[in-house]
């Protein structure tokens, strides 16, 4: 490639000469990755495909330009564009820097943000030098979590900031749908409002294109987004020859989101080899497909061997992999609540009592037991209410827990204090406040 043509294709991207798009902001992120962006560290940006990750890279831009950085000092490649494709090295970087400092010609330390960087063989070193001689600004995004593998991170020698994107929260739904709320009163005064959003989101999902697309033409998107992760990010990575395998095993997965589930019954299933399985789980993983968490057991070495809990990335994904006509309610509030468990920094276990009650959800913080979690729907029945209730102090009793150890159960009905020291709290609530 000569540097015209790289220019030409630069500037297409970039907002040298125009404005940047409106976007909405995600607050979360876009103070997490604006603390960092000006020191010598690299910002990486990793998640599920179309979880919003190049957004947040344009809202930095945009924060940049705010902060009267000159727009020549601001460098976005899109390492996805078919143009680039042939061309994918640590050449072509250097061949982009060099052609954009000739023709930009910037004054000052550019800002360089590379989109869907692991694309790139041997990527890390590049950047690397980078920041290590102090010649950019890095942020790179990416779609696989194997960005950040024990290799990667030794060759950044510690010089990076891992920033993990998700799929929109119930709070950023609202935001994203204009819908205000800071009170307790809110949620009672926009009652019909929220519990309308609610519905929504367990049945659309978060994917930020996907709030205000028309209902009739959302389907086919979520379609896209799901082979598009199974071809770019796990069949052309890994070289799989049998999709039709991997595309039911997602299905599966992604349907069943929450259920605990073994490498032997996915073998069994789906009539493969165990190392097959096993593989094909860890591909899913690796493309923020789904989630696996442990069962709970003070011995690391038991938590390995048992079986784990698998939940989807997001409920639209799930719901396309579903059976028309059931009710699912229940498993997407669960999912719902461990994935916000996730954004807010938790490491998240499952655990099952010596007499089989599970609880859904033992969340560690500093390494130490800080809540026992249990989703349900609703407790207005009376077996429901028992079935729910009962693991608490079991679990409590064969973990060893202190009192203080708050048992958390989460559900679509009113907040109030339980028995047994139970504090029942409405998934809304939970969410928003």
């Not at 102090?134 to 779609?143: C, L």
């Not at 094909?280 to 061997?305: C, H, M, P, T, W």
């Not at 130490?368 to 249990?374: C, E, P």
């Amino acid at each position: 490639m000569d540097k015209s043509e790289i220019i030409e294709i630069l500037n297409e991207w970039n907002y040298w000469d125009r404005e940047v798009p409106s976007t909405v902001k995600r607050d979360l992120y876009d103070e997490k990755i604006s603390k960092f962006i000006t020191k010598d560290e690299v910002v990486v940006i990793k998640g599920v495909r179309r979880s919003g990750k190049s957004t947040l890279m344009l809202n930095q831009i945009k924060k940049l330009h705010q902060q009267g950085v000159p727009k020549n000092e601001i460098l976005f490649v899109n390492l996805e564009d078919p143009r680039f494709i042939n061309h994918l090295s640590v050449e072509l970087f250097e061949l982009i820097k060099e052609s954009y400092l000739e023709y930009l010609n910037p004054k000052g330390k550019p800002y360089i943000f590379l989109d869907e960087v692991q694309t790139v063989p041997n990527w890390e070193k590049w950047v690397n030098k980078e920041v290590e001689l102090k010649q950019s600004f890095m942020a790179v995004t990416g779609s696989n979590s194997s960005l950040l593998s024990s290799e990667i991170a030794s060759v950044l020698t510690g010089r990076y900031i891992s920033v993990d994107v998700y799929p929109l929260s119930f709070s950023e739904f609202l935001t994203f749908k204009n819908i205000e709320i800071n009170s307790k009163f809110d949620l009672v005064s926009k009652k019909i409002e929220l519990n309308r959003a609610l519905t929504q989101y367990l049945k659309d999902g978060g994917f930020p294109r996907l709030v205000d697309y028309p209902d009739d033409e959302k389907k086919e998107l979520l379609i896209s987004y799901k082979n598009s992760i199974l071809l770019k990010d796990i069949v052309a990575r890994f070289r799989l020859k049998n999709f039709a395998v991997l595309n039911d095993i997602t299905a599966f997965l992604l349907a069943n989101s929450g259920i605990i589930q073994s490498i032997t019954k996915l073998k069994n299933n789906f009539s493969i080899s165990h190392e097959m399985a096993q593989d094909y789980v860890d591909y899913l993983k690796k493309a923020y497909l789904i989630f696996e968490i442990n069962k709970f057991d003070y011995s690391l070495k038991k938590q390995r061997v048992n079986e784990k809990k698998y939940y989807s990335i997001d409920f639209g994904l799930s719901n396309l992999m579903r059976v028309p006509n059931r009710e699912f309610r229940g498993s997407d509030l669960e999912s719902m609540v461990f994935l916000e468990l996730l954004r807010r920094g938790y490491t998240i276990y499952y655990y099952k009592t010596s007499n089989g009650l599970e609880v859904d959800f033992v969340v560690e913080k500093d390494n130490r037991i800080v809540q026992l979690i249990q989703v349900s729907k609703t407790l207005k029945d009376e077996k429901t209410r028992k079935r729910e209730l009962a693991p608490f102090a079991k679990a409590k009793e064969e973990l060893h827990l202190d009192d203080d150890v708050e048992s958390i159960l989460i559900s679509e009905d009113a907040t109030q204090s339980l028995e047994g020291g139970v504090e029942l709290i409405n998934i809304k609530e939970w969410s928003l406040l």
